[in-house]
Structure formats: structure tokens, C-alpha cells
């Protein structure tokens, strides 16, 4: 691994350690009397250089391209501080051998950051496994390990148990239109949109349960944030209230950033991908819905609602005018208190104002939604009385309405999209390179 930090390097004095490495050329530079190769693996990157002589004479020289990959022998050397190689060491290579060669298109795929970030750009989308060896998205790809690392770290010191939901299901939870609807040998069944349900009919066995599994969503529209299938952190709580949820959903962040900039490896990956990052001081800003319905108007001119129209009580906060909103904030927001109306049918009623539930979405700058989560209901009729209101059959629900019927409690819990989390975390402009391969409307590949 070309990370291995405990090779015995040489100097002037002594001789260096000869070792064998295996890699691809990640930058090549050919000169007078020298050819140098930044050699990269996916641990890291080590410096070669192969003396103009025969060994770059040879036919296999000439075909020295980006990820080109070789098997090469030498003596490894300490350089002097400051100089510009990778851990300033060099391999002086006295025995090479390609193993795979590259055509030399390379460069204009990989290393166009610029368009890297393009989230239309179907040449990119096309290559992404290509796009995928490029310094950027490999360092996003090796963040997010960190991140959902982190994730699984945070829940397991606050004994939450983790548990695998299934993908295939027969019902829905955030609404019959964004469903992905298949054949489950003749019965229609649907890929999940969120564990939700099946969080919450564990936690009478298992106290607070998380998963982070698949979500789908048939999203009929193209933007920065909705992929088809994204991977979902989702945890559900026990007798709780909506005050103990939201502070929950703050100190969980607050302690996955902390671990993420905790380690050595992961601190650099957002120094490089996100310099300006800074920790967000708790608490963070709340603000009930119809607060923010208030703000967004007052702002001069007007923040408008889809139809071009000033908000009023019951609009959805759409994309555009969320992001506005977060930012001039610009600080994590948790945004209370939705109508009734626009959210789904399991969340409870405010007791203190019907109009309203106790939910809440995380907003974060540059985003917007990171999060989405509520108290449920947990009387029994009334989760009865709500399914018909929203015009869904409860049959297919008869396992999540039992957990009303024997010894309900008060709960609840929230879904956090992983790709949206790193967006914000490593400043990308979209979650489409915060995903290996991004699924959205009209792109099932590669
Ligand atoms: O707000 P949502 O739809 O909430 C739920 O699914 C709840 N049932 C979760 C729960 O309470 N257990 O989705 C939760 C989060 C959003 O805030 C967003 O971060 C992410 O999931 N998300 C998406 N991410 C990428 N592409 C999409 N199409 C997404 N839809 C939701
Ligand atoms: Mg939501």
C-alpha cells in the first residue's frame, strides 16, 4: 500500500529499502533527464522517478499514460523537507513492468473538476467510473466512509441498536407519488421509501433502533437533491416528547461532525474538499413554519411561494425559497411546527395548536433539507381515522397500526439523507457526487 509510512528510507549517507510497488500513474512528467510518476493506489500516493536510460527507452515507456497501471522495483529515498512529493519520498526505480495500459483520454475526464461538479454534464455521468479515479471524487467517496463510520459510532454511544429493514414492501410512507411500483411474484409491491415503519414497530423490543439502508423515490423532477435511490440514516425513539427529538437530532450531528474532524485522515479530506467548514454552535436556530411563512415574506423583495406568490399559511416551502432562506441564515435551522396538510399521515398533532405537527426538517446552508422527522401518532383511532383522511387503505398497515393497539407510547424519529449530509459537510453543489453512481429520472447507469 503505497500509504506504508514505515519503509526505511535512504539519504546521501545509506542505503534506502528496495521495494516492490504496485499502482496506477496518476500524473506523469517527462523530462530531460528523468521521468517522473506520481504512482497512486487507492492508500495513497508515492513519487517514482525512472533516470532517462534505457529503463525509459524502452517500447512500454512510450505508453506511459494517466492509469496506466505497473509494477515497479526500486530504492526508496528521503527528500528534503518541503519538497512537493507526497511524503517527501521518492521511489528511484531501477526495474519497471506495465501491467495495463491506458489510451491517453484520460486527463479531460478525470481531472476536470470544474466539470466534475456539473450535475448536467452527461459526458461526466456517462464516465462516472472513470470520474470516479479523479482526485475529487475519490476524496469524497473516501469521506463518506468516514462519515457514515461516524454515524454508526455516534449511535452505538447513545445505545441505539441498529437493525435491517426490508426493500421490498407493500406500503407506502411519504406519499403515493414518488413510489417505485414492481411485480413481487403477480402482487404489486414497492421499494421502500423510508424504514420508518418498520423502526418504529421494533422499538418495543430493541429501545431506539437506527438503520442505514436504501430509500427510493420515484422523483419526477431534476435537481441538485433528489436523487431516485439515496442511502437514508434513520432512527426511531421511545416515550419521548418533541422537545427530547429535537435536541436528539442536534447532539447527533454535533457529534458526527466532532468524530469526523477527530480523525486525522477524515479532518484533511474536508480541509481539502471544504476549507471554510466550520463546526455549527448548538444550539442551533428553531423556527416554527409559520414563523418562517412570516420571514420570508418580510424579506425585501419578497421570498415567493412556486406560483410567484407572496406565502401564506399552508404553502410548501419549496427548494428554492428554502435555500434562500438558509442561506441568508446561513446556520443549521430546525425548522418546526408543518400544518397538517402538507405532511405525511403518521405525524402527530400539535395538542397545543391542531393546525399544526410536531415535526421538524434540519436545514442546513448551501442545502437546505438534511433532515425530515416527527412524533407519530400513537392513538389508535386516530392513526385509523388518518389513514382514511389521506385515502390510504389500512389493511396493508395492520403491522405498524398493532404497534398503537398493544402498549403504544409516545415516539418518534427522523430519516437523514447521507448524500444531502455530505453535500453540506464537503461543499458539493449537489448529491450526485456524493453518490458512487447516482440514480435520478432518466439515468439508471453505469
Ligand atoms: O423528509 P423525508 O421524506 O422523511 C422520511 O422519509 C421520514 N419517513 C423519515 C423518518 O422519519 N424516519 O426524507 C428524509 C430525508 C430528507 O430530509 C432528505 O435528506 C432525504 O431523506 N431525502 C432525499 N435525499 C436524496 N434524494 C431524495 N429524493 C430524497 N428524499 C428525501
Ligand atoms: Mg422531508
Known amino acids: 500500500k503505497l500509504n506504508d509510512k514505515s519503509i526505511e528510507l535512504g539519504d546521501d549517507t545509506k542505503k534506502g529499502t528496495r521495494v516492490k510497488v504496485y499502482g496506477r500513474i496518476h500524473r506523469l512528467r517527462v523530462q530531460k533527464h528523468a521521468t517522473f510518476i506520481t504512482l497512486k493506489d487507492g492508500y495513497g500516493q508515492l513519487q517514482c522517478v525512472l533516470p532517462a536510460s534505457d529503463l525509459t527507452k524502452t517500447y512500454d515507456a512510450l505508453m506511459f499514460a494517466q492509469e496506466t497501471s505497473l509494477v515497479l522495483f526500486g530504492e526508496m529515498k528521503k527528500l528534503p523537507a518541503g519538497a512537493s512529493a507526497p511524503d517527501n519520498r521518492e521511489l528511484q526505480v531501477d526495474y519497471y513492468k506495465v501491467i495495463g495500459t491506458a ?37 469524497v467517496m473516501k469521506l463518506r466512509e468516514f462519515v457514515e463510520l461516524a ?138 413554519y409559520e414563523d418562517a411563512i412570516e420571514w420570508l415574506n418580510k424579506q425585501d423583495p419578497p421570498i415567493l411561494n412556486e406560483e410567484g406568490n407572496t406565502h401564506v399559511f399552508g404553502d410548501d416551502i419549496a427548494e428554492a425559497a428554502e435555500r434562500r432562506m438558509t442561506d441568508i441564515i446561513n446556520r443549521p435551522i430546525l425548522l418546526t411546527h408543518f400544518p397538517v396538510e402538507i ?13 399544526v405537527t410536531e415535526s421538524v426538517d434540519v436545514l442546513m446552508p448551501g442545502v437546505g433539507e438534511i433532515v425530515g422527522g416527527s412524533m407519530r401518532m400513537e392513538d389508535y383511532d386516530e392513526l385509523i381515522a388518518a389513514y382514511k383522511k389521506n385515502g390510504i387503505g389500512h389493511e396493508p398497515y395492520y403491522w405498524y397500526t398493532d404497534v398503537r393497539k398493544y402498549g403504544t407510547s409516545p415516539h418518534g424519529g427522523y430519516g437523514l439523507g447521507l448524500e444531502r449530509f455530505l453535500a453540506w459537510m464537503a461543499n458539493q453543489h449537489t448529491v450526485r457526487t456524493t453518490s458512487l453512481y447516482p440514480r435520478f429520472m432518466g439515468r439508471c447507469k453505469p
Not at 407519488?177 to 422499538?203: A, R, V
Not at 405532511?343 to 393546525?355: E, G, N, S, T, V
Open 103 to 139: 489510451p491517453s483520454d484520460l486527463d479531460a475526464i478525470t481531472n476536470r473538476v470544474s466539470r466534475e461538479q456539473d450535475p448536467w454534464d452527461a459526458q461526466m455521468l456517462d464516465n462516472r467510473h472513470l470520474v470516479l479515479r479523479g482526485d475529487n471524487a475519490s476524496t
Open 151 to 288: 454515524f454508526i459510532d455516534t449511535y452505538r454511544e447513545l445505545q441505539f441498536r441498529k437493525v435491517s429493514p426490508p426493500a421490498m414492501v407493500q406500503t407506502q410512507v411519504e406519499g403515493g407519488s414518488t413510489l417505485f411500483k414492481y411485480d413481487y411474484y403477480g402482487e404489486e409491491s414497492y421499494l421502500t421509501q423510508s424504514s420508518q415503519l418498520y423502526l418504529e414497530t421494533c422499538l418495543s423490543s430493541l429501545g431506539s433502533v437506527y438503520c442505514i439502508e436504501k430509500s427510493f423515490r420515484a422523483e419526477k423532477s431534476l435537481t441538485r437533491r433528489h436523487l431516485s435511490e439515496y442511502t437514508h440514516v434513520e432512527a426511531e425513539l421511545d416515550f419521548i416528547e418533541f422537545d427530547d427529538l429535537l435536541s436528539h437530532i442536534e447532539e447527533m450531528i454535533s457529534k458526527v461532525v466532532d468524530k469526523v474532524l477527530a480523525d486525522p485522515v477524515a479532518s484533511e479530506y474536508i480541509k481539502t474538499l471544504n476549507p471554510d467548514f466550520k463546526k455549527p454552535t448548538l444550539p442551533f436556530l428553531r423556527m416554527k
Open 343 to 355: 405532511k405525511a399521515f403518521y405525524m402527530k398533532k400539535d395538542p397545543k395548536d391542531l393546525r
